[in-house]
């Protein structure tokens, strides 16, 4: 995925995560996001991203979630045979997390996220 904000690399294999997971986003926490879910639901994935995240976090959160869904969709294929709805809460440090997809390509987000700036760390 390209765009005038980022440049976007995702590889992902549904297999059982033989090959590993490698994120870097340019967003800690976003890394850390990805990372856990593909080491959860056991996915290669491989992540690569240069964003403008010297303006803001944004467009590279954004983008970068963007091409992911868009990769899963054609690793998914017809989709034959999979749950539509599926929902898991996970525990990482003082965050929980909560998600639920719908493969039907409903998009929804819902949040309470409070962030601070002094809770990123310069140069990461």
């Known amino acids: 995925r390209h765009t005038k904000e980022t440049n ?4 992902l294999v ?3 995560g033989d090959q590993g997971v490698s994120v870097d986003a340019g967003i ?8 856990l879910l593909a080491k959860s639901a056991q996915l290669s994935l491989t992540i690569q991203c240069k964003g403008d995240v010297w303006v803001d976090d944004h467009h590279t ?5 963007i091409a992911v869904g ?15 709805m599926w929902c898991s809460k996970a525990v990482h440090g003082d965050a929980e997390v909560e998600v639920t997809m719908d493969l039907s390509n409903r ?10 700036d002094d809770e990123y760390i310069e140069g990461t």
Do not use: M, W, Y
């Not at 868009?70 to 539509?84: D, I, M, Y």
């Not at 998009?107 to 601070?116: A, E, Q």
């Open 61 to 65: 959160s954004e983008d970068v979630s």
């Open 70 to 84: 868009q990769v899963l969709t054609k690793a998914f294929g017809s989709k034959a045979g999979l749950n539509r």
């Open 28 to 35: 800690p926490c976003l890394n850390e996001f990805f990372e």
């Open 107 to 116: 998009p929804c987000l819902i949040h309470n996220l409070s962030l601070h």
């Open 8 to 11: 976007i690399l995702v590889d």
């Open 14 to 16: 549904l297999d059982g």
